[in-house]
């Protein structure tokens, strides 16, 4: 079985300081781990993925995140947070066999100051 | 290209009426997922298609909630008997193939059940 447990149901941060969304894992696989963000009243847009290469993922609009497996963890990061970037962030796991269903976290909204 | 859509975006329906909710993924491909985002339960995956294999219906709460997937394209999500806490939105997602760990998710359908 499969889990993800965000750490953080609300992280608040003033524009231009550093942004940190804590994720742990549990799978009993080898694991996929993504972060999606999801703007109000709009879709979900996958921000990053690791599916065991580069263990430091790059992905859009400045976000990375770090898997690192002894720590079960998969934090999300980003050096200057932007106005843009307030919105909800889902942590999601999906086990490296069958049919990849997803598993999301419950969620941790951001919120920027101006 | 065209994303992933969804209809009706918008959906009001008393309880004990049957509802349909459509999704038209991403053209090629051949993965199709059905998840449901509400207040108490969070994101959760509900059903699951590749192809023409059997789909995979393991996170459909009740023997109300069915799905069909028309030609390997069009899917088609059902709830007969609607009760109150069927009130969620309902987001469809499609991959290139159910190796893609890549999912590409439509704005959601909202239903409301009074």
């Known amino acids: 079985a499969q889990s993800v447990t965000q750490l953080d149901s609300h992280v608040s941060v003033s524009e231009g300081t550093p942004v940190l969304l804590r994720c742990n894992y549990s799978s009993s696989y080898s694991p996929s781990l993504f972060w999606y963000v999801q703007h109000p009243n709009k879709g979900l847009q996958l921000l990053l993925k690791y599916t065991s290469a580069a263990t430091l993922v790059k992905g859009i609009n400045g976000f990375e995140a770090e898997f690192k497996k002894s720590e079960t963890s998969f934090h999300l990061t980003k050096p200057s947070a932007h106005m843009s970037d307030a919105a909800e962030y889902f942590c999601v796991v999906s086990e490296g066999t069958g049919r990849r269903a997803l598993t999301f976290g419950s969620g941790t909204r951001l919120q920027v100051q101006p | 290209g065209a994303g992933v859509s969804q209809s009706p975006s918008n959906k009001v329906t008393e309880k004990g009426k049957d509802v349909e909710l459509r999704c038209d993924p991403i053209?090629?491909?051949?993965?199709l997922y059905w998840y449901r985002q509400s207040l108490g339960q969070g994101l959760e995956f509900l059903i699951y298609?590749?192809?023409?294999?059997?789909?995979?219906k393991s996170g459909l709460p009740s023997d109300r909630f069915s799905a069909e997937r028309t030609g390997g394209s069009v899917s088609t999500l059902t709830i007969q008997r609607t009760q109150q806490e069927d009130s969620a939105v309902y987001l469809c997602?499609?991959?290139?193939?159910?190796?893609?760990?890549?999912?590409?998710f439509g704005p959601g359908t909202r239903l409301t059940v009074t």
């Open positions: 053209s090629g491909h051949t993965a």
């Open positions: 298609f590749q192809g023409n294999s059997a789909p995979d």
């Open positions: 997602a499609s991959s290139l193939s159910f190796q893609s760990y890549e999912q590409y």
